[in-house]
Nanobody, 115 residues
Framework: QVQVVESGGGLVQTGGSLRLSCVAS????????MGWFRQAPGKQRELVATITSTYNTNYADSVKGRFTISRDNAKNTAYLQMNSLKPEDTAVYYC?????????WGQGTQVTVSS
């Protein structure tokens, strides 16, 4: 059974940092594009960042220069380093593993940035 599990969310003050982790099943991780998405209350889920199996990255304009996505294939883990956090970054953050027509989601981790 494929699993995608996020961790690392929490409460942080404006300007602070958090690092999210996403562990995915070994059978899917290495060749998958890993992505972080977020959903704030009353809003649609939106893309935050992605990293392909060849380490190409893509970021939403709202997080460029503040967030960094990375991956460690040896640990089947993707990371999202979030710096200079703002209250508008408050959301549930979801990890996604995608390859061809297969897409797997984690359960989400809450990030709350206080002003």
């Amino acid at each position: 059974q494929v699993q995608v599990v996020e961790s690392g969310g929490g409460l942080v003050q404006t300007g602070g940092s958090l690092r999210l982790s996403c562990v995915a099943s070994r059978t899917i991780f290495t060749l998958s594009t890993m992505g972080w998405f977020r959903q704030a209350p009353g809003k649609q889920r939106e893309l935050v960042a992605t990293i392909t199996s060849t380490y190409n990255t893509n970021y939403a304009d709202s997080v460029k220069g503040r967030f960094t996505i990375s991956r460690d294939n040896a640990k089947n883990t993707a990371y999202l380093q979030m710096n200079s956090l703002k209250p508008e970054d408050t959301a549930v953050y979801y990890c996604n593993s995608r390859r061809l027509s297969n897409s797997y989601w984690g359960q989400g981790t809450q990030v709350t940035v206080s002003s």
